[in-house]
């Protein structure tokens, strides 16, 4: 493994101009791509003792063994510079923002003579103006074959076209008035490219102008009692409206914009992009990328707009595209964008209105996208086979760890300590198995005692269970022959040892487990931690953690476990909360005492729907009375406009106050 200090620059001899820079490894393969401001206060970020660095650049830097520069004249240079090398050297290390499948495109090829419209896939090619793209092939082929009553332009391949000009006698859309057969010359080539244009002015937004132009010929044809063109005017008012129908407003100015939303974890990011023109949108866009640099939201945001809209067609570009977060250097990529549309563009984050409604729309999508590509990974069978076998690798594991048992502790300033057992059995969660416990007796927010007493508790468990248990042969389960209690015949769910166990946390959190299970007298059960935000697996008595690869399966599988751990102890911990506020909040009501409370608390669920309730809906409840209900009522509304407990954010537990 390369020493940076071995190939770090000399002192001054880095200019302070903007520039690029680029990393190669010992084969001369470039595994990084940076622009900078200044290039010699960047680089020397890079060259700082490995520890104060970030895992991932960490793991760049010492898989590097050079580093070069090119000095440009300004931001906006650099910016195009970047872009080009990405593009050309394809970095290890440089997120990628790839589609894993191309989506159809709307295209009219304006550089034949008699152009053809058509539904596409794949690469743009000169001479041909592109809309979209679109979700569904499907959904804009049936869209195009509704305008083409219209806008009867050519549709045909130009193997069609040829033979329709050899035989004198057009193909089945001529005769169905879906086309005007230019290849047997009902109509000259300057006519052809007349409706071509307003297909395109119509596919572009500009709508209104066309649906008022039949309207009006439509009423003209009605007074001068040509009925036939009047209903044919009429049927294609209708298809035009019925185009228009699948495109919905979502921007009553009539906007053109381009709608961008991530959602993100510390391995991959779920992109969704929304095309908005004339108000309406055009087309949708969405795939999951691997994360391979430290970005945050906004040097994310940054990377994909450089990578979707460079050497992009003018046509291509937006005069506003709507983002999560702005870009460290926004000024100088809306200036990069302008020149390439010559016109100016905008890059900014709604803060209210249909645009910031349209914003959460897409982010929604996002969230889904990337839920959704987890779910199809996290089945597959083959894929799990590899996690386990990855991690077993890593950790130098005697087996395969196919339960897999993850912990994670919960609380809210040291109040109401809950803790998480979450089972995963050959990379599956395995929910029948999950645990809750209540950690009693502790003050504080001491994880580390508190992971303590889960880890004695749930293996303490263990070892009385197998002692106790016999060994059923009549029922098989997922870890060999059932453990049964032999007085009653039921399973016993504490009976079977983990083959990993995973703890939320660093070396701290891995420490205590491991002690715990010392104690107990196990030693053959391994602990790691993984821990949340550099997802590192620290293993006990190792100083450095283990770092496996960002591609990594067995990474993948690690990171769903812990993230599940969490997840199930916010659920308890939040229950826990909100009850826990509801009995002290009634605690002065008088007449109400603790089993009242209970049942109050299991009436309504939460203190959301307790402060929602009316005071008559509130002595429904068995055991309340009116006068009773009456206090409640009074005791909740004036906890509210004391500036007490409003609320509980339902992610973090967290209360909230007015």
């Known amino acids: 493994m390369p020493d940076p200090q071995s190939y770090r620059p000399k002192a001054g001899s880095i200019p302070t101009q903007p520039g690029v820079y680029r990393f190669r490894d010992p ?43 090119t000095t440009v004249n300004n931001d906006i240079e ?10 050309e050297f394809d970095p290890r290390f440089n997120v990628k923002y790839r589609d894993d499948k191309s989506y159809p495109w709307l295209a009219v090829t304006v550089s034949e003579e008699f152009p053809r419209v058509m539904v596409g896939r794949g690469a743009k090619r000169k001479g041909t103006r592109y809309f979209g793209p679109y979700g569904h092939a499907w959904a804009i082929r049936e869209t195009v074959d509704i305008l083409l009553r219209v806008f009867p332009m050519r549709s045909c391949s130009n193997g069609v076209f040829k033979r329709s000009q050899q035989i004198g006698r057009p193909c089945l859309l001529g005769y169905i008035d ?8 009902n109509i000259s080539p300057e006519e052809h490219r007349e409706i071509v244009d307003d297909f395109c002015d119509f596919m572009a937004g500009h709508t209104t102008t066309f649906t008022k132009r039949i309207e009006k010929e439509m009423y003209a044809a009605s007074e001068a009692l040509d009925f036939e063109k009047a209903a044919r005017l009429r049927d294609d008012l209708a298809a035009m409206q019925r185009a228009l129908e699948k495109q919905a407003v979502v921007l009553g100015d009539g906007a053109d914009a381009d709608v961008i939303a991530l959602a993100e974890d510390p391995l991959e990011v779920g992109v969704q992009i929304f095309y908005v023109r004339g108000g309406r949108i055009k087309g949708q866009r969405g ?6 640099d430290d970005a945050d939201t906004a040097g994310l945001v940054e990377h994909f707009l450089l990578q979707l809209y460079a050497g992009e067609d003018a046509e291509a570009i937006p005069r506003e595209i709507l983002v999560p977060a702005l870009p460290p250097d926004h000024e100088t990529l809306e200036e990069l964008l302008s020149d390439v549309r010559k016109a100016k563009v905008r890059i900014r984050v709604p803060q209210r209105g ?50 897999i048992e993850c912990y994670d502790i919960s609380h809210l300033q040291g109040t109401e300590i809950v803790a ?74 504490f009976a079977y040892a983990p083959g990993l166990v995973v703890v939320d946390g660093g070396a701290p959190q891995v420490a205590a487990a491991q002690r715990a299970l010392a104690e107990l007298g196990i030693d053959d059960i391994p602990v790691v931690g993984l821990a949340k935000r550099l997802e590192e697996v620290w293993v006990p008595d190792e100083e450095d953690p ?27 911990h939040r229950g826990r909360r909100s009850k826990s506020m509801v009995e002290s909040l009634l605690d002065d009501v008088p007449g109400l ?62 209360i909230i106050e007015e």
């Open 420 to 493: 998480s057992m979450v089972v995963f059995e050959d990379g599956l969660a395995r929910k029948s198995e999950y645990r809750r416990f209540i950690i009693k007796g502790q003050d504080g927010s001491d994880d580390v005692r508190a992971m303590h007493e889960v880890i004695t508790r749930r293996f303490k468990r263990l070892l009385d269970e197998q002692s106790t248990s016999i060994v059923s042969t009549d029922v098989e389960g997922a870890n060999g022959p059932m453990l049964v209690d032999p007085e009653t015949g039921r399973p016993r769910k």
């Open 78 to 87: 650099a910016l195009q510079l970047e872009y080009t090398w990405i593009k």
């Open 593 to 654: 005492g603790e089993v009242r409370r209970k049942t109050l608390m299991k009436h309504f669920g939460s203190l959301k729907k307790l402060r929602a309730a009316t005071a008559e809906e509130i002595a429904l409840v068995p055991g309340i009375g009116p006068a009773t209900a009456t206090a409640i009522k009074t005791a909740v509304e004036q906890t509210a406009r004391n500036g007490k407990v409003s609320g509980i954010n339902v992610t973090t537990g967290e």
């Open 546 to 572: 283990v770092i496996l690869p960002r591609s990594s399966e067995g990474l993948y599988l690690l990171q769903r476990v812990r993230d599940e751990a969490h997840r199930f102890a916010i659920t308890h």
């Open 287 to 292: 795939w999951v990328a691997d994360r391979m």
């Open 27 to 69: 084969k001369g393969r470039v595994i990084y791509v940076g622009k900078a401001i200044n290039l010699r206060q960047r680089l020397a970020n890079y060259f700082q003792p490995i520890p104060s660095l970030h895992p991932r650049t960490a793991t760049m830097v010492t898989t590097a063994a050079s580093v070069e520069w």
């Open 354 to 403: 249909d645009k910031k409604t349209l914003q959460e729309t897409v982010a929604k999508n996002a969230e889904q996208a990337l839920a959704l590509h987890k779910t199809k990974r996290a089945s597959d069978l083959t894929t799990r086979n590899r996690a386990l076998e990855e991690i077993q690798e890593a950790l130098e594991l005697d087996e395969v760890p196919l339960r």
């Open 178 to 185: 879906k086309c005007t057969a230019p290849c047997v010359g």
